[in-house]
């Protein structure tokens, strides 16, 4: 979105010199080429000159300035503002026009990496794109710096004499995808008079386009509507002070590896505790789908109405269950098909598969490693779930995948914070501008959602704390550019160091509660799992006592003196008097009644409590009828008329045929998962830098033998004839365009190309002026004008 072109476009500047400096680079250099733009190498091509094609065709094109920083994308577009697309700009100019010094390190990495990326292109000392590279920019969303505006001094003058709308508007359009803002016919004269006021101020331009008038921020006010003033001696190419160390919390009182160490320390530890409440919500989860499973609606996922009941019976907001559900299914921690629970049959339900069970086994620092993974591979991102679809209704739970690829996003995103420094910290405010000072191109399209959306996925799953990113996710950005991703095994020490150290002591307190300062112990945490309810998890555990829980444990075998010994030799404060009391009244009426199969049966050495039974609610609901004094049956199943029994207040234990007592428990549901019906998507494979030197050996030797033939190499065809119709395109040159007709019989037509798109080449032939359309898929050659013609 550049304005402020300064020279004209000349129809043959130089292009022919592109493949011939392609072919000058050393083989080093192109095979760093392919490696940053691999869609060029696949598959390999046959000569450079079709290597030159491929890098100039658009989507290629695109791709490239996709990866682009904003200091990058910045060079770039001053590039091309002074006319780099038409013949080459001394970079003396790009830096003066910047405003800084030709050895700054911020520009000569900038112009290192367009020209690894073939971006630039031509001498060293000099800044030369091809056409395509200009229409590009163009249409990017960045406004290069223009000679005249508002800078230092002078752009402090000018911003602290704007009224507050005025720098309403301007912060606006700054926040907004791209740095252009619309004055449509719906625009008040409040706005137009603020508008009007940043052009008089030198801040912004007042253009028209086709759609009306905009307004078009200035580099330098867009840059400080942005990220705030900057010190003296930053420039726009610097990055902002957000990426410094966060000195709110006296951030400065270390320096150097000392301060990063003791941030990252400090960072890990908090995510560490957040995947403690993450692994106790996905084993809450786990368990209530274990006895209901979510139904699956008829066009796939889960709707709305099973995600509310599923997040009741589990004890978890319908915010985070989505993301929980996604996690968990990436995982292969639960499936859909078919499933019993007891005598009850299930069909395509989602439900835990055998995998769980192995999962819940593990340690800690293990779980947490394979759901970070399955988070940031799956295809589907949980934040979008119950997003309007156009067609009507919205997006379920563990439906198909609706947008862009989520993977992609959550890389993008966690990059960024991950180039930052490790004792920083933005804030959620400045996150957008972070991700945008990173990956501009694809923030105009994607807007600031993804980010935030993304950032608070990460942080349930610890990867981010505040928006400063853990270790961990420093890690998987790092593998992300191998190819070798990073595995469970490369996860495991990293997690295992964030995570708080088990204890194996408690706090028990006069309210039923244990406080549990940290993680306990396997063998405590599988006690006290049992002696009380988790009431909330971090980096400190709190358990409640109740009734249930206490019976919970009577059942599985434990006794009173037991569970009174477990108390006293684990807590460090006295077990308070009203945890005794509960403990003797739950163990004192605790199997007073017995039940078994007759169906099942009730009996009990007290005739008044049977004859009280009799007469209850439960006696109509499981109808029971009585066969002695003490005896009762039921045709109710034994864990039914349990349940019964304790839903009015009564404290039954089950025995088996020899009167032991036993704990009986709900079937748990187990699925196999299915295989999806869709063939998966196979991710195209990335030349090794060793094929690579392969292939551009081919290449220079098939650019010989062609030499040798004598070719010419006037001639294009296949994807150089389609680079050669755009590159003709943008710069208004006639080219000789050979077709074939349905009988196989080739003309040629001389054209000046306005556009190829949708399957064809729209244009007018020069010497009639009359409007000419080929079909795209019938041309065999391109080929330049004769000079002489």
């Known amino acids: 979105m550049s304005p402020s072109r300064v020279t004209t476009r000349h129809p043959t500047s130089g292009e022919p010199d592109f493949p011939a400096w392609l072919a000058g680079l050393s083989d080093d250099t192109l095979v760093r080429l392919c490696e940053l733009r691999a869609d060029v190498a696949t598959p390999p091509p046959a000569s450079l000159d079709v290597l030159a094609s491929r890098l100039r065709l658009p989507a290629s ?35 003066g026009r910047l405003g800084v010094d030709d050895d700054e390190p911020a520009l000569r990495a900038a112009v290192g990496t367009l020209r690894d990326l073939a971006l630039f292109w031509g001498d060293p000392a000099h800044a030369r794109i091809v056409p395509v590279t200009g229409a590009a920019v163009e249409a990017a969303p960045v406004a290069a710096p223009r000679p005249g505006e508002p800078v230092g001094a002078g752009l402090d003058t000018a911003w602290s004499g704007l009224s507050d709308r005025a720098l309403g508007v301007l912060e606006a359009i700054a926040r907004g995808r791209t740095p252009v803002g619309a004055l449509g016919p719906g625009a008040s004269d409040a706005v137009r008079a603020a508008a009007a006021e940043l052009a008089d101020a030198g801040l912004a331009e007042l253009t028209g386009t086709e759609d009306g008038e905009v307004v078009v921020p200035r580099a330098h006010s867009l840059d400080r509507a942005r990220h705030g003033a900057r010190p003296g001696g930053s420039s726009l190419l610097d990055v902002p002070a957000w990426a410094g160390p966060d000195t709110r919390n006296g951030g400065t009182a270390k320096t150097g590896s000392t301060r990063k160490s003791t941030s990252a320390t400090r960072v890990d530890a908090s995510g560490g505790v957040a995947a403690l409440d993450l692994l106790h919500r996905c084993d809450a989860l786990l368990a209530t789908l274990s006895v209901h499973p979510a139904a699956t609606l008829k066009a796939g996922g889960v709707g709305v109405r099973e995600l509310r009941r599923v997040a009741r019976a589990a004890g978890v907001t319908e915010h985070e269950l989505p993301l929980l559900l996604e996690v968990l299914a990436a995982a292969g921690l639960i499936g859909v098909g078919d499933a019993d629970v007891g005598d009850t049959a299930f069909d395509s339900v989602w439900a835990p598969t055998e995998a769980a069970d192995i999962w819940a086994a593990r340690d800690r620092a293990r779980r947490w490693a394979e759901l970070v993974l399955a988070w940031w591979s799956m295809p589907r991102a949980a934040w979008r779930v119950g997003a309007e679809l156009e067609g009507g209704g919205t997006v379920p739970a563990l439906g198909d995948p609706i947008g862009p690829p989520a993977a992609g996003e959550r890389e993008r995103v966690l990059r960024a914070l991950s180039r930052l420094d490790p004792a920083s910290d933005p804030g959620d405010a400045l996150l957008p501008e972070v991700v945008r000072w990173f990956s501009p191109v694809w923030f105009s399209r994607a807007g600031s959602r993804p980010c935030t959306q993304t950032v608070a996925e990460a942080r349930r799953l610890g990867l981010v704390v505040g928006t400063t990113a853990t270790s961990a996710a420093r890690l998987l950005v790092a593998g992300s550019t191998t190819p070798d991703s990073p595995t469970v095994e490369d996860l495991e020490p990293v997690l295992t160091a964030a995570l708080p150290d088990p204890v194996s002591e408690v706090i028990v307190q006069a309210d039923l509660t244990i406080l549990a300062p940290g993680p306990l112990v396997p063998e405590l945490a599988a006690d006290f799992a049992l002696l009380a309810d988790v009431e909330s998890a971090g980096a400190a555990t709190t358990y409640r ?72 609610p439960v006696a109509e609901s499981c109808a029971l009828r009585s066969v002695a004094p003490t005896v009762l049956i039921s045709q109710a199943r034994p864990l039914d008329l349990v349940e019964a029994l304790r839903d009015h207040g009564y404290a039954p234990v089950v025995e088996d045929t020899s009167g ?94 306005a556009s190829v798109t949708g399957g064809r080449i729209e244009g007018i032939e020069p010497d009639s002026a009359e409007a000419v359309t080929l079909p795209l898929h019938r041309v065999i050659s391109v080929a330049d004008l004769d000079p002489t013609r």
Do not use: K
């Open 61 to 95: 094109t695109a791709r490239a300035m996709n990866t682009l920083t904003w200091p990058e994308l910045l060079v770039l577009s001053t590039a091309a503002a002074l006319g780099a697309d038409s013949g080459p700009v001394p970079l003396g100019a790009v830096s």
């Open 545 to 616: 006592v109740t009734e249930a829980s206490m019976r919970r444990a009577l059942d599985s075998g434990r006794t009173a003196a037991g569970i009174r010994d477990l108390l006293e030799r684990t807590s460090i404060t006295p077990v308070p008097q009203s945890l005794d009391y509960l403990i003797e009244d739950v163990a004192r009426r605790h199997g007073r009644l017995r039940v078994g199969a007759a169906l099942s049966f009730i009996r009990c050495d007290d005739p008044t409590l049977v004859a009280q039974v009799l007469v209850s």
């Open 660 to 753: 032991a007592v036993v704990a009986l428990t709900r079937p748990a549901a187990r699925v196999r998962a299915t295989p999806s019906p869709r063939a998966p998507r196979v991710p195209t494979r990335t030349a090794t830098p060793t094929e690579l030197r392969a292939a551009i050996t081919a290449m220079r030797s098939a650019d010989r033998v062609r030499s040798a033939r004598g070719g010419t190499g006037s001639g294009y065809t296949g994807e150089a004839a389609i680079a050669r119709l755009h590159e003709a395109a943008g710069s208004g040159t006639a080219v000789t365009v050979s077709v074939v007709d349905a009988q196989g019989r080739s003309t040629s037509r001389l054209v000046i190309p």
